[in-house]
């Protein structure tokens, strides 16, 4: 099976329990099973290759420009977690079919554990270090959804942000990390960067690298001082724990340490970092581990411990230490996995996990007894489980470690820490299981059923059979994953007993002063507590509530939720920044020379700056202002005309004469005037503001003009080609509807979608509350006497059918002389709504046949259709054709689907346009507005209308 | 003629921005008129500035492409000026329904309603 479809099954059986659960959680566990089983077998087809030495990939191109593709690799380290990741899965999901009770969200867990287990498998899996970082962000993301799944449980909550907060930090360092190993290396892809172990080990950037993805591995792995979201994240059901803490999640800080093993290790730096790290690691999360008294604590410190063990082993940078660390990550998984699971059965049965409450289930729950039991004397490395084993390796390598001259200062650390994992292992059982049966406890304990009992079963076996045979059980696996992070053929030396030596006399020292230790928990119980020690949930709450009041009090000051302040920063912001920019940027020498300066282009000029320096003066005078505006937007439409934009012109000519008309139908109701309200201080900094944008803006359209383009532009081509392809002369509108077709396309839509948007914007405001204000509105001017003057009907009705054949004309030109869809929508509009200033709302209402909203729609679908229509011919949307015709009495025009296209902008522009404004003429209507004929098809006002 | 065209952009985007910054709706819908007026020009004006070269071809042969001035962003500005209408539009009737609605034609919320009670803790 493809490595890809590898990493792909769990994702497509994510999608299942969310489509199945209805048919119950049997069916949903049994299928997201049934797709980590597909998985896992096509994972060990591929064994007899990996163990030939073989490596596997596949690879897809995604984004070859920055070295990121979807490659992917099996060679023993991805065997070796892979197994355990689908393996310890499909156990998982077993035992949780039985341990999620009947109020939980079974489809919603299982769809989480599926897209946790394949973010897994594609860090494993990863051939690339970019392409493994999408999936080291998804692991967080998704053990975020399974640490919180309790969403009722503030605990669960917390826990889940905690754990996200540390492991994403720990993420975006190791993003920079492999960065900087990618730029060394030359290559993003995993088999090129361990080639290059000198390089990197020579480069200035070494120890940054290295301790950016240390940084992600020891938050993932949860190493000290980042230990403390571990034990917070067994708010998580224990299912999710099991998973997460023995095979999976915490594991992947050790997958990625062995995973980069060939190139980071061997130096003092990785040695000092990395062994100092894990043993620390070991011996606190040992200790601790003793003191707790809730199973999944103790397991949680004890899962702290071994990672440590493990990263340590690592951090030896020897042959050996590796075997040592692969062969652990394998027996930890096992006999961790199965003492999780054995804790929830308690937890499950009993209804306690607290062992102040717990003891003597030994005979209350034999079976689940004799799992446990076994499970934490593999942990306690007890002779013959296959913990034992391991933690045999473990000492014979720390003994003979020297740490920064002192030869026996390693050893001694590490026996105390074994140590304290025999305490708390045997402490695990005896507080659990031994002593007086009770009659206190919260539900009735008896042994759960076989789903719960098969998957920590299973595992025990494994764990007995790997400390009996374990060549012949792990030795395989063990070389194929040794080999492939060391890269030279290893021969490990897997056995139960190699004599009596040193370890074993330590292990035997160990146990009894474990046991000891167990027997005298009380008193050192006491000493534990007197002791004074940090909190480390309590230094994070302090440090995220610090953050998080600091972001706050900038976020505030930055945008307080006023327009004003936040329009204000953002202009400001942008100044600042492009200012920045030119500053440190270089353009080049002015090398256009300017245009001369005509009369008009002068008188121009004055009328503009005069209006708009008004316009800032008198803008209280709110009707003034609209005046004001008229001036400016007829001066920049002369503008256009002088500079060789004569579409532009049309279009900016009428779009004023529309929004004008616009805003004085809003200005009906609104206030006339704007009262002063802000001190002279305010108005001061704002007015620096503005000049500071106008200023910055002013000086950048000189810059721009005075300069030529610093590259080839694309307007040549559109020149060269309107014509040829376009079948036009004018190149703006062949550009509109040709060549960037899809563009107007879109902006038709969203012409279209605004105006639906007053449209029912105007139905809210007029029903309810808003409707009953607008039925008693009384107008702060006086009405005019005669509201339709005869000789303005009369003149706008004659004009009409000229103003439509002008519509008609700009629109038929519109190809090749100055004109289009957009001008005559508007020019038509503008024609209709004189209709309705002159004879008024009711009158032009009636004679209105289509709706607009219809025409909005039409004009979208004809422009799509012109478009489709160009598929029939097998050439792509939006391709048009064209030809000539000749009509008797007429001059020779052309057809071109363009037009047709043409037309739906034409069509979209009169209906956006017109609904807009006939939305507010019903506004004004409501408020009692009469017209010169009564209301035929408008319900009328509720309250008398006013007389004119 | 540059300079000229330059100083207007500058001058209405200030007064633009120095209105869109006031108390009230109206105000502030104007100043954005005034910004898109300023922006269109300025779209038009990155085309640079050329005098009786309108974008109509002269002649069906090989084109001479100085006799034209810049195409492009004049049909981009083509869209930029209806497109900010249908926005002015949807502004004025947001305003509007505010002032029908709420009874003042202010921009901004009244303190109450803006701040959050509490922390999200």
Redesign the interface.
Known sequence: MSPALIAALPFLGALLPGLLIRSGRNVAAISCGTMTLLALIGLCLHIPAVMDGQVITSSFTWLPRIGLDASFRIDGLSLLFGILILGIGLLIILYARYYLSKGDPVGQFYTYLMLFQGAMMGIVLSDNVLFLLVFWELTSLSSFLLIGYWKHLPEGRQGARMALTVTGMGGLAMIAGMMILGNIAGSYNIGDILQAKEAIQASPLYVPALLLILLGAFTKSAQFPFHFWLPQAMAAPTPVSAYLHSATMVKAGLFLMARLWPVLSGTPEWFYIVATTGLFTMLLGAVIALFKDDLKAILAFSTVSQLGMVTMLLGLGTEAGVIAAVFHIINHATFKAALFMTAGIVDHEAGTRSMKLLGGLRKLMPITFIIGTIAALSMAGVFPLNGFISKEMMLDDAIHTSWAGHPQLFGIIAAIAATFSVAYSLRFISGTFLGPVRDDYPHHPHDPGLGLLFSPGLLVVLVVLIGLMPMTMAGWLVTASANAVTGAATEPDLALWHGVNAPLLISGAALVIGALMVAFHRPLQRIWDALPRPEAKTIFDAVI?RA?RWAQAVNDGLH?????RG??MM?ATIVLAGTFAWITGRAGPET?A????SPV??IG?VL??VA??C??VF?RN?LL??VL?GI??LI?SC??V???????AL??IS?EV??VM??LL??N???KV?WV??GGLRRGA??L???M???A??????A???R??AFD????Y???N??KQGGG????NV??VDF?GY??FG?IT??GI??L??YA??E??LIG??AR??ANWRHDQKRAGDRHPLMLVVATRLILPISLTVGLFIFMRGH???GGG?VAGLIVAISLLMQYMASGFAWAQERQRVPFHAMIGAGVIVAAATGMGAWFFGVPFLTSAYGYFKLPFLEEFELATAMAFDLGVFLC?VG??ML?LN??SR?ARRTGESTNRPATNQAPPAVPKEAH | MEALVAIAIGAMSASGIYLVLRLRTFPVVIGMTMMSYAINLFLVATGRLAINKPPILQNHGAPDFSAYTDPLPQALTLTAIVISFGMTAVVVLLSLGAYIEGGDDYIDMPESDRREDGNAE
């Open positions: 509530r998080v307080d939720g006023r327009l004003a329009a204000g202009a256009r300017m245009l001369p300066i282009a002068a000029f503009l700056i708009t320096a316009m800032v803008h709110r202002a609209l505006i400016v937007g920049v503008a256009f002088y500079l060789s934009a004569p579409d532009l279009t900016q779009v529309v929004t616009l805003m809003a200005l109701f609104l206030p704007t309200e802000t704002d007015a503001i503005a000049t944008v106008g200023l803006f002013g000086g950048l359209a000189y721009i003009m005075r030529d383009f532009t694309i307007s040549q559109h020149i060269a309107s014509y002369d004018n190149i703006v550009t509109l960037r563009d107007t902006e969203v012409l605004a105006a948007v007053i914007m105007t809210t405001l509350k808003s204000k607008l090749n002389q100055p957009f522009v956006a346009v807009a939305s507010l506004i």
